[in-house]
């Protein structure tokens, strides 16, 4: 009988840690694979490839996703600003030169802090 339940504990083998690291990392990725979606439509999909990097993903794949998730993006964005701030001055309509991104930047501002005056004005009123 003693040699029965040797054989059924041989079987019955607790995971080594090398599998329960396994498991653990799959349920990790699983993890940030699904929340990958949720991430994509609010704008955030470039964090997927840091968390993977942070889970032990292999860092030079993921950082060409950053790249292209990211930094190509950004890069658009600098330049798209850049040439409006530079070719905005230049360009004259009838009712004057086409603002660039300082003059309404400041113009918001501006218009916010109207919009907080009325907000005070009508908590006064009540």
Not at 29 to 39: D, T, V
Not at 75 to 91: Q, R, T
Request: hydrophobic share 45%; aromatic share 8%.
């Amino acid at each position: 009988m003693e040699n029965d339940m040797s054989t059924i504990e041989n079987v019955i083998e607790a995971p080594s840690a090398k599998e329960k690291s396994a498991v653990r990392r799959e349920k990790i990725f699983s993890i940030i694979n699904k929340s990958a979606a949720y991430l994509g439509v609010a704008g955030l999909g470039w964090l997927v490839p840091l968390m993977k990097i942070a889970a032990g993903d292999n860092p030079r794949e993921q950082m060409g996703e950053v790249w292209q998730q990211l930094c190509i993006p950004l890069a658009g964005l600098i330049i798209f600003m850049s040439a409006w701030a530079w070719l905005a001055p230049k360009v004259d309509t009838s009712l004057g030169a086409i603002p660039g991104p300082a003059q309404v930047y400041e113009q918001a501002v501006n218009l916010y802090q109207d919009h907080l005056a009325e907000r005070q004005k009508k908590a006064d009123f009540m």
